[in-house]
């Protein structure tokens, strides 16, 4: 990772940290916590880089996050911080996490109803029609 990428997530981790156990509705009091992926990533960018986003959705995410410097990257190479969106077939909710490293994301989890690091793995082509990566550009 170039110098710029480990700043980014330098900024980012510790904010997770703080997050993670908690409910997104600490963050957001609008949000359920069974619709939290979005929720949870624009609170931790928003905390972290002082971003102006406050999405729910994922394809708000998506928008969001290319009309504020960041570009899609290869799943192949994830790095700390990427953001990973997948949309799942037909009208059902996506899912959305924060890459941290060692095959681990940290994401809203709707079963447990609070911020956790679960496996990168369940973003697969089993559960997810499209899985796309964003990282910021530096």
Not at 18 to 43: E, K, N, P
Not at 66 to 76: D, K, N, P
Not at 102 to 124: E, H, I, K, P, T
């Amino acid at each position: 990772a170039n110098r710029g990428q480990s700043e980014y997530w330098g900024r980012l981790a510790p904010t997770i940290q703080q997050m993670l156990g908690r409910s997104v509705t600490d963050f957001d009091h609008r949000s359920s916590t069974d619709r939290g992926c979005v929720t949870f990533i624009s609170a931790a960018l928003r905390h972290s880089f002082n971003m102006n986003i406050r999405d729910t959705s994922c394809d708000g995410l998506e928008r969001t996050l290319g009309r504020s410097g960041f570009e899609r990257v290869s799943l192949q190479h994830l790095q700390p911080g990427d953001v990973i969106i997948a949309n799942r077939r037909g009208n059902q909710p996506g899912h959305a996490a924060i890459y941290a490293g060692d095959g681990r994301v940290a994401q809203n989890s709707s079963s447990q109803a609070r911020v956790s690091l679960g496996n990168v793995s369940y973003f697969n082509p089993r559960n997810f029609e499209r899985v796309v990566a964003y990282r910021p550009r530096v």
